[in-house]
């Protein structure tokens, strides 16, 4: 009796040894496939994962601003968080985090911080400085900012506002270079700002399903985190345009920190992409003759959006106004369409909307806006295509002409010369030509920046790595649960 009940003792245990080998070798197998390049569905999830203990009461990623809004609004997000401790969690290290579970490896160190305006004194900028000609740059005085915000404009009273400094923040002053309206009655310029994050892969697919482009104004910074979601806006044939590094109103900074704002977000996005942006919207909209001439010498048109069309949907969060107020004055302005005029014939035109796509809460209201306005007769369009612009990136980027060819509303993928082409440019297909054509960036194959921060090199080696890790760490959970079983 003795012997049996050890028998038995180590049989149990024996089973239990096999269990404990079989979860070891799936924690193995595991921990092998996190090492690799992971699908952007995985890694999103890795994004959003939830925090950890200690940091539970920290804003979520998805939903923070961290310098998109003054310090002022931040507040009411975070109730009273101190900006210091907002940061905590951006660490370089929380973003080369990011990075390891990101199809596109981006090498932080080799752009500037975060949310951060970037140093003038880099060799990168200084060199971009000198490409400027400053006797053409207007002589205006950096503007004040306000206290609680010195990088959101603080205007003085009206009779002190320099009429020819054209201050579109303080006196509503437009030039006529400045983008506002589409051109064409009905078309609907549908623009959002502050990505990339994880909300814009929502409304991405939204926009896909209904066979809609949009504008996307990036910022530079939110490519450090997101730079897969970047790209596949491209590839979904969306439009992306141009939103500096770190949200900073422009006529606070200097001549040399606005350069640096807007080079480095180029290049960051050149090197994510292959494309070169043409369009700027001023963080707040806004801007001077001063940053006027300095984006414009840097090949950027200034796009700002139609009055009575700013949605105000960034305050949602801040719990400052309530979707059905917004919706109310959405439809209001529909109702007063007739106001979206031509500045130089007074003719009908279309108008331009501000949105964001920083959160879920923003996204979900432009599905119920994009509703309201299309069964209104509008026809949601991205930038390019409201202006009728066939090349809406700057230079030799590639596909630059395709993304503005027609536009594209209730999913009817017809140009206006009745060719099955895509108007973003992606699926081109020219008549009688296979459904089944792969679906191609807007910006075709970018362009290997020989400098580029981007590692894009070892995935295919990695991901034949990770198969064979998992098989082998298949076969060994077998193996050894069939020896200790069968013991």
Same mark, same amino acid.
């Given at each position: 009796?003795?012997?049996?009940?050890?028998?038995?003792?180590?049989?149990?245990?024996?089973?239990?040894?096999?269990?404990?080998?079989?979860?070891?070798?799936?924690?193995?197998?595991?921990?092998?496939?996190?090492?690799?390049?992971?699908?952007?569905?995985?890694?999103?999830?890795?994004?959003?994962?939830?925090?950890?203990?200690?940091?539970?009461?920290?804003?979520?990623?998805?939903?923070?601003?961290?310098?998109?809004?003054?310090?002022?609004?931040?507040k009411h997000i975070y109730g009273?968080?101190?900006?210091?401790?907002?940061?905590?969690?951006?660490?370089?290290?929380?973003?080369?985090?990011?990075?390891?579970?990101?199809?596109?490896?981006?090498?932080?160190?080799?752009?500037?911080?975060?949310?951060?305006?970037?140093?003038?004194?880099?060799?990168?900028?200084?060199?971009?400085?000198?490409?400027?000609?400053?006797?053409?740059?207007?002589?205006?005085?950096?503007?004040?900012?306000?206290?609680?915000?010195?990088?959101?404009?603080?205007?003085?009273?009206?009779?002190?506002?320099?009429?020819?400094?054209?201050?579109?923040?303080?006196?509503?002053?437009?030039?006529?270079?400045?983008?506002?309206?589409?051109?064409?009655?009905?078309?609907?310029?549908?623009?959002?700002?502050?990505?990339?994050?994880?909300?814009?892969?929502?409304?991405?697919?939204?926009?896909?399903?209904?066979?809609?482009?949009?504008?996307?104004?990036?910022?530079?910074?939110?490519?450090?985190?997101?730079?897969?979601?970047?790209?596949?806006?491209?590839?979904?044939?969306?439009?992306?345009?141009?939103?500096?590094?770190?949200?900073?109103?422009?006529?606070?900074?200097?001549?040399?920190?606005?350069?640096?704002?807007?080079?480095?977000?180029?290049?960051?996005?050149?090197?994510?992409?292959?494309?070169?942006?043409?369009?700027?919207?001023?963080?707040?909209?806004?801007?001077?003759?001063?940053?006027?001439?300095?984006?414009?010498?840097?090949?950027?048109?200034?796009?700002?959006?139609?009055?009575?069309?700013?949605?105000?949907?960034?305050?949602?969060?801040?719990?400052?106004?309530? !979707?059905?107020?917004?919706? /109310?004055?959405?439809?209001? +302005? @529909?109702?007063? #369409?007739?106001? %979206?005029? &031509?500045?130089?014939?007074?003719?009908?035109?279309?108008?331009?909307?501000?949105?964001?796509?920083?959160?879920?809460?923003?996204?979900?209201?432009?599905?119920?806006?994009?509703?309201?306005?299309?069964?209104?007769?509008?026809?949601?369009?991205?930038?390019?295509?409201?202006?009728?612009?066939?090349?809406?990136?700057?230079g030799k980027s590639k596909g630059?002409?395709?993304?503005?060819?027609?536009?594209?509303?209730?999913?009817?993928?017809?140009?206006?010369?009745?060719?099955?082409?895509?108007?973003?440019?992606?699926?081109?297909?020219?008549?009688?030509?296979?459904?089944?054509?792969?679906?191609?960036?807007?910006?075709?194959?970018?362009?290997?920046?020989?400098?580029?921060?981007?590692?894009?090199?070892?995935?295919?080696?990695? !991901?034949?790595?990770?198969? /064979?890790?998992?098989?082998? +760490? @298949?076969?060994? #959970?077998?193996? %050894?649960? &069939?020896?200790?079983?069968?013991?």
């Open positions: 009796m003795p012997s049996k009940d050890c028998s038995s003792s180590t049989m149990f245990s024996r089973r239990h040894l096999a269990l404990l080998a079989v979860l070891a070798l799936s924690t193995l197998s595991v921990a092998s496939a996190n090492s690799s390049p992971v699908s952007t569905e995985e890694a999103m999830a890795l994004l959003t994962r939830p925090a950890a203990a200690a940091s539970v009461s920290r804003p979520r990623n998805d939903i923070n601003y961290h310098g998109i809004v003054p310090s002022f609004l931040a009273g968080i101190n900006r210091q401790e907002q940061v905590e969690d951006d660490s370089i290290e929380v973003q080369r985090e990011r990075n390891s579970h990101s199809r596109i490896r981006i090498n932080v160190d080799q752009y500037p911080p975060k949310d951060q305006i970037p140093d003038v004194n880099h060799p990168q900028v200084k060199a971009w400085v000198k490409e400027i000609d400053w006797s053409k740059v207007p002589n205006i005085p950096v503007a004040p900012g306000l206290a609680d915000a010195p990088r959101f404009p603080n205007c003085p009273p009206d009779d002190q506002v320099n009429p020819d400094h054209c201050w579109w923040s303080c006196d509503s002053c437009l030039q006529p270079e400045d983008v506002v309206s589409c051109p064409t009655e009905g078309h609907w310029g549908l623009t959002y700002d502050d990505g990339p994050s994880v909300a814009s892969k929502d409304i991405v697919k939204y926009l896909d399903e209904r066979s809609l482009s949009a504008t996307f104004f990036i910022v530079g910074s939110r490519v450090l985190e997101y730079p897969d979601i970047l790209k596949e806006q491209v590839a979904s044939g969306h439009h992306i345009a141009m939103h500096t590094w770190s949200h900073g109103g422009l006529t606070t900074l200097t001549n040399e920190q606005i350069v640096a704002e807007i080079k480095w977000t180029e290049k960051i996005i050149r090197d994510v992409t292959g494309l070169t942006m043409k369009y700027v919207r001023p963080p707040y909209g806004d801007c001077d003759n001063r940053v006027r001439e300095i984006l414009r010498q840097m090949g950027y048109i200034n796009v700002i959006w139609s009055q009575g069309w700013d949605t105000n949907d960034w305050r949602l969060p801040q719990k400052t106004i309530k !979707t059905p107020d917004i919706i /109310s004055t959405f439809k209001n +302005a @529909l109702d007063n #369409i007739a106001l %979206v005029k &031509s500045r130089e014939t007074g003719a009908q035109e279309g108008p331009i909307t501000l949105e964001h796509d920083l959160t879920l809460q923003t996204v979900d209201l432009s599905k119920s806006l994009i509703s309201i306005g299309m069964e209104k007769g509008l026809k949601p369009m991205n930038l390019a295509q409201c202006l009728s612009d066939p090349t809406p990136y700057q630059s002409a395709a993304v503005g060819q027609a536009p594209k509303s209730g999913g009817n993928n017809t140009t206006s010369d009745g060719n099955n082409t895509k108007s973003d440019g992606n699926n081109t297909k020219s008549p009688g030509s296979s459904n089944n054509s792969k679906k191609v960036p807007a910006g075709g194959a970018p362009t290997q920046d020989p400098a580029s921060a981007i590692d894009t090199k070892g995935n295919s080696a990695a !991901t034949s790595l990770q198969s /064979s890790l998992r098989a082998i +760490a @298949l076969g060994g #959970i077998f193996a %050894v649960a &069939s020896y200790f079983l069968a013991l």
